[in-house]
């Protein structure tokens, strides 16, 4: 029985004369690396996504500061950059597209130890979000915001006359979608990938509930701070991820078709890394065994990501990578400086004239 789940995405970058070899070249890189590395948000609630952006102000805020890069997504970052995936790859000299406009890519930064990838752009955005740090506190157990683009929820696992454990992945459309979750742990994910944010799909009763497919790597999972705000806590990475970031394909049998899809009980399946041998689901005192997904944590590169937006921007933007505080405290002395400077001319001038 043959169960496989269309993956083929659009690929649709913005091309500029004299560059169609180049821009060909690279839409069939990011065609190959969202077949083989990426995944969109998954949901209970029929029909399987969110695609309009939520109702909630700061919300749409996160929806918005998302754009497209390699077929998938990146997030802007600061004013003239956006953070994304490694697995996305690309290259400096192509097109992040966001608010109708294609941005040209001029620099490119590696995060250490990570699968973070940052974007300079030439030009720059009216907006940007606001990063989780250690000052924030532990990511676990609070609830979280995802975002990305990818695929619809496919048809329902079949196993006979037993419950479906979920669902196949579906066609990809390349449109955003969000859903909702709670971190369950921070898991190591080895020197090279550094720690994941961690939750599983467990259908306890929130229809809102999501979980990753094909098209949602680079997305932005949000966490909201003690003060209200949402802040970028992550990107997407993978689901059910080894350390090594190889991927998991589901099966009905040991010597089955291997298929992709989003689980919420694999108790009756098989599975097993991509290209190897499927392993009957391990299962626990016989509970559900939901799929888990994990994001790349910010909070550990956030100094790192913070100082190269600060030697790159312009003198005149030197508080862009400021939160909101921080930017208003600056605000309230320039607003200052320049009544005392203002003041002082006024004197000076009344003086001379007396």
């Known amino acids: 029985m043959m169960i496989a789940p269309s993956r083929i995405i659009g690929c649709r970058p913005a091309l500029r004369k004299g560059s169609c070899k180049a821009a060909l070249a690279s839409c069939l890189m990011g065609l190959l690396m969202l077949i083989t590395s990426s995944r969109a948000i998954i949901i209970f609630r029929d029909p399987g996504r969110q695609l309009e952006p939520p109702a909630d102000a700061e919300m749409k805020r996160c929806w918005d500061l998302h754009g497209a890069w390699q077929g998938a997504t990146g997030v802007i970052a600061a004013r003239d950059w956006f953070i994304t995936s490694a697995q996305m790859g690309g290259r400096v000299g192509g097109f992040f597209d966001w608010g109708g406009r294609a941005y040209r890519t001029t620099e490119v930064k590696t995060v250490p130890n990570s699968d973070l990838l940052l974007y300079r752009i030439d030009g720059s955005f009216p907006d940007w979000v606001e990063f989780w740090d250690d000052s924030c506190g532990s990511e676990a157990e609070r609830d979280a915001l995802l975002i990305g683009r990818g695929c619809a929820r496919g048809a329902p696992v079949q196993l006979g006359a037993k419950p479906s454990p ?167 002395v320039l607003a200052g400086l320049a009544l005392l400077t203002g003041g002082g001319w006024w004197m000076s001038t009344k003086l001379r004239r007396s």
């Open 166 to 332: 979920g669902w196949l992945w579906g066609d990809s459309d390349g449109r955003l979608s969000w859903g909702k979750n709670v971190i369950s742990h921070v898991f190591d994910a080895g020197e090279r990938r550094g720690g994941l944010l961690v939750w599983t799909w467990d259908n306890e009763g929130n229809d809102l509930e999501g979980t990753l497919a094909v098209g949602d790597c680079g997305g932005g999972l949000f966490l909201k701070d003690d003060q209200g705000y949402w802040r970028l806590a992550g990107i997407h990475f993978n689901v059910d991820p080894s350390v090594d970031g190889s991927e998991v394909q589901y099966g009905l049998t040991e010597n089955s078709d291997p298929f992709w899809a989003a689980i919420h009980d694999g108790r009756n399946l098989w599975k097993g890394s991509l290209g190897q041998s499927l392993r009957p689901v391990e299962v626990l005192a016989d509970k559900p065994a939901p799929m888990w997904a994990g994001a790349t944590r910010i909070a550990p590169h956030a100094a790192f990501i913070k100082s190269v937006f600060a030697h790159s921007l312009p003198v005149e933007a030197v508080g862009s990578s400021m939160g909101r505080s921080q930017r208003f405290m600056v605000g309230v």
